[in-house]
């Protein structure tokens, strides 16, 4: 496939009718983006700098959004290629062009998850990292407080003691 025509753009927000076409990409694309509402998108894409596109004519076929700090560390999310597009490094031309981004390219670190594109993120230079990853489920805000509340408690009865 020749890939010459296709454009890289940075960008801080998409028309309503883009949105639709990032909704439609992540059906083809991103199992684990599939149902994400246009609402919520362009609310994550406005917290997000820089974020990449890519077209083939006024088709997005490729799509790729970070938050950075702008020094110290920075994370990319939602990097996604449709199908058509696959396995002529447009992948690789995104993530790059997304480090590359004033925002990105001096960070000291750049972390992103992924379920099975290990091995295409490791071409690129990044490596496996078991010891900084964890997470926090969403959980109402109630449920924080009590255990915050609660280790506190436990803290002051042995210091009592």
């Not at 059906?27 to 917290?47: L, M, N, P, T």
């Not at 972390?111 to 990292?129: D, P």
Request: glycine share 4%.
């Amino acid at each position: 496939m020749d890939s010459r025509h296709i454009q890289f753009r940075y960008t801080e927000m998409l028309s309503p009718s883009q949105l639709i076409q990032l909704c439609d990409l992540f059906v083809a694309a991103a199992f684990w983006a599939e149902h994400r509402q246009a609402d919520d998108i362009a609310k994550a894409i406005a917290h997000s700098k820089p974020v990449v596109t890519a077209w083939g004519d006024q088709r997005l076929i490729g799509f790729a959004r970070a938050t950075s700090d702008g020094c110290f560390r920075a994370t990319i999310w939602d990097v996604v290629i449709h199908p058509d597009y696959q396995g002529v490094g447009l992948g690789r031309r995104l993530v790059e062009t997304l480090i590359a981004h004033p925002h990105m390219n001096r960070v000291e670190r750049t972390y992103l998850m992924t379920t099975h594109q290990q091995s295409f993120y490791e071409r690129i230079g990044f490596e496996q990292n078991t010891t900084t990853t964890m997470v926090l489920h969403n959980q109402p805000l109630s449920d924080c407080l009590l255990g915050v509340t609660e280790t506190r408690r436990v803290s002051a009865d042995a210091a009592s003691r």
